[in-house]
């Protein structure tokens, strides 16, 4: 039996834990019902490429951050359910404020955003007054709006070099993907002080060990992992990059520094391929899983969906203030076809 519930009950449960949680009729096929109702209220289901596998295959779109910030630019659906984190959601109702974004759980935030408070960001920016702003999507709409272009990790060489050489840059919030691209570019730009907490995990040393053990293998790893992993990495991309090239290499086997989540999407491409999740530091944690991007799940999505809530909200002033990065962004991946 479907529970009909009175929306201030909803309110009141969602400011104390940030997602519904009621019950639901065992029953149901939750994946039909899903379906079902997404069919009947014209939603989209936008899922990034680190959220669970059964998620992964309910979704309308999967992509990386840009991929599912250009796809929320062109939906033409009347609601959009958001299978990722906090920022992308935000992203996603920036593009779009007519429309209404849905988080299945408000929780779902982002250590590399939270590295990055608005206050703390505006009091660093204000020390470097002559240096213009690019932001990593992985960020708050406040700090989104504090800048003057957003980036990817697939569009970040691109966004740094549509810069005049002679133009001085500030890089937020990641420390590790600025550093990269200043040895990339040839740049000096400002890092500002933040990391993933997931991305930061990887073990040199025992990297270095698997590597031995499989000497047949490549190492991959996202840019947001640190200089020394870096260093050693066989090839560095996104996660659509990382996706694209363990397709096309002629390699059997490789050992990925990035969530783990996006081993279901490699497996599914490549079935006949190996895949070892490249090892933390500590060996117990489950580390290489985003525990923003696992509060996902089935049962939430089906009570997003149904009572079309947790709802992202934003004011018309902060989205007026972050769109236009987020444009510019979108503006110069257009012309470079990416
Ligand atoms: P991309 O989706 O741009 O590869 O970024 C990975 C990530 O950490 C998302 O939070
Ligand atoms: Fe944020 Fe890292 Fe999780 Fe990506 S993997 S959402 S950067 S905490």
Do not use: W
């Given at each position: 039996?479907r529970?009909?519930?009175?929306?201030?009950?909803?309110?009141?449960?969602?400011?104390?834990?940030?997602?519904?949680?009621?019950?639901?009729?065992?029953?149901?096929?939750?994946?039909e019902?899903?379906k079902?109702?997404?069919k009947?209220?014209?939603?989209?289901?936008?899922?990034h490429?680190?959220?669970?596998?059964?998620?992964?295959?309910?979704?309308?779109?999967?992509?990386?951050?840009?991929?599912?910030?250009?796809?929320?630019?062109?939906?033409?659906?009347?609601?959009?359910?958001?299978?990722?984190?906090?920022?992308?959601?935000?992203?996603?109702?920036?593009?779009?404020?007519?429309?209404?974004?849905?988080?299945?759980d408000?929780?779902?935030?982002?250590?590399?955003?939270?590295?990055?408070p608005?206050?703390?960001?505006?009091?660093?920016?204000?020390?470097?007054?002559?240096?213009?702003?690019?932001?990593?999507?992985?960020?708050?709409?406040?700090?989104?709006?504090?800048?003057?272009?957003?980036?990817?990790?697939?569009?970040?060489?691109?966004?740094?070099?549509?810069?005049?050489?002679?133009?001085?840059?500030?890089?937020?919030?990641?420390?590790?993907?600025?550093?990269?691209?200043?040895?990339?570019?040839?740049r000096?730009?400002?890092?500002?002080?933040?990391?993933?907490?997931?991305?930061?995990?990887?073990?040199?040393?025992?990297?270095?060990?698997?590597?031995?053990?499989?000497?047949?293998?490549?190492f991959?790893?996202?840019?947001?992992?640190?200089?020394?992993?870096?260093?050693?990495?066989?090839?560095?991309?996104?996660?659509?990059?990382?996706?694209?090239?363990?397709?096309?290499?002629?390699?059997?086997?490789?050992?990925?520094?990035?969530?783990?989540?996006?081993?279901?999407?490699?497996?599914?491409?490549?079935?006949?391929?190996?895949?070892?999740?490249?090892?933390?530091?500590?060996?117990?944690?489950?580390?290489?899983?985003?525990?923003?991007?696992?509060?996902?799940?089935?049962?939430?999505?089906?009570?997003?969906?149904?009572?079309?809530?947790?709802?992202?909200i934003?004011?018309?002033?902060?989205?007026?203030?972050?769109?236009k990065?987020?444009?510019?962004?979108?503006?110069?991946?257009?012309?470079?076809?990416?």
């Open positions: 039996m529970q009909n519930i009175h929306p201030m009950e909803t309110s009141e449960v969602l400011e104390r834990v940030g997602y519904l949680d009621l019950p639901i009729d065992t029953s149901l096929n939750i994946e019902e899903i079902r109702i997404k009947e209220k014209k939603a989209i289901i936008l899922g490429y680190y959220i669970r596998p059964e998620l992964q295959d309910i979704s309308d779109f999967i992509g990386d951050s840009l991929g599912l910030a250009q796809k929320a630019e062109k939906t033409d659906a009347e609601i959009i359910v958001f299978l990722g984190v906090h920022f992308m959601a935000e992203t996603a109702k920036i593009l779009n404020p007519d429309k209404k974004v849905l988080i299945p408000l929780k779902a935030g982002c250590s590399l955003a939270e590295s990055a608005a206050d703390k960001f505006a009091a660093f920016k204000a020390k470097y007054p002559d240096h213009k702003v690019i932001s990593y999507i992985n960020c708050t709409a406040e700090i989104k709006a504090l800048s003057d272009v957003i980036c990817t990790s697939s569009n970040a060489k691109a966004i740094v070099e549509s810069f005049p050489t002679e133009q001085k840059l500030i890089f937020a919030p990641d420390k590790n993907l600025g550093n990269y691209l200043n040895s990339l570019t040839g000096d730009m400002v890092l500002y002080d933040g990391a993933c907490m997931v991305h930061e995990q990887y073990s040199l040393e025992k990297i270095l060990k698997i590597k031995e053990e499989y000497p047949d293998a490549e991959i790893a996202h840019p947001e992992c640190e200089k020394p992993v870096l260093l050693v990495a066989d090839y560095i991309g996104s996660t659509t990059a990382l996706l694209k090239y363990t397709s096309e290499s002629k390699s059997e086997k490789f050992i990925v520094a990035t969530e783990s989540g996006i081993l279901h999407q490699m497996k599914k491409n490549d079935p006949g391929k190996t895949y070892i999740p490249a090892p933390s530091v500590d060996s117990t944690c489950g580390c290489n899983d985003c525990s923003f991007m696992k509060l996902n799940t089935l049962e939430k999505l089906y009570l997003c969906l149904e009572h079309e809530l947790p709802e992202i934003l004011s018309d002033e902060l989205i007026e203030k972050s769109k990065p987020i444009l510019r962004m979108l503006e110069i991946s257009r012309k470079l076809n990416l």
